[in-house]
Nanobody, 118 residues
Framework: QVHVVESGGGLVQAGGSLRLSCVAS????????MGWYRQAPGKQRELVAH???????NYADSVKGRFTISRDNAKNTVYLQMNTLKPEDTAVYYC????????????WGQGTQVTVSS
């Protein structure tokens, strides 16, 4: 059973930075894709960024130029460096780990709260 754990959330002032980490354990397979999603109160969960095992990245327009996603394939770990944070970045951030080759499977962490004060 794959277990996904996020860390690094917290409270920060606007303009500040945070770094989120996510580790997927319980498997010896390297995840094909790892990513971060977020959900603000009253809103749907949305993609923030994801990265493939080959290093191809994709970002939401709202975070381009401010957030950077990276990963350590050997450790099945993904990071999200968040700079120049804005109050609208406030949300619960969830890590997603996807195995897109057979057997396909998809796992989520419990989420970590990020709060940006103005």
């Amino acid at each position: 059973q794959v277990h996904v754990v996020e860390s690094g959330g917290g409270l920060v002032q606007a303009g500040g930075s945070l770094r989120l980490s996510c580790v997927a354990s319980g498997t010896n397979r390297s995840a094909n894709r790892m990513g971060w999603y977020r959900q603000a109160p009253g809103k749907q969960r949305e993609l923030v960024a994801h990265i493939t095992s080959g290093g191809i990245t994709n970002y939401a327009d709202s975070v381009k130029g401010r957030f950077t996603i990276s990963r350590d394939n050997a450790k099945n770990t993904v990071y999200l460096q968040m700079n120049t944070l804005k109050p609208e970045d406030t949300a619960v951030y969830y890590c997603n780990v996807a195995f897109t080759t057979w057997p396909q499977s998809d796992y989520w962490g419990q989420g970590t709260q990020v709060t940006v004060s103005s």
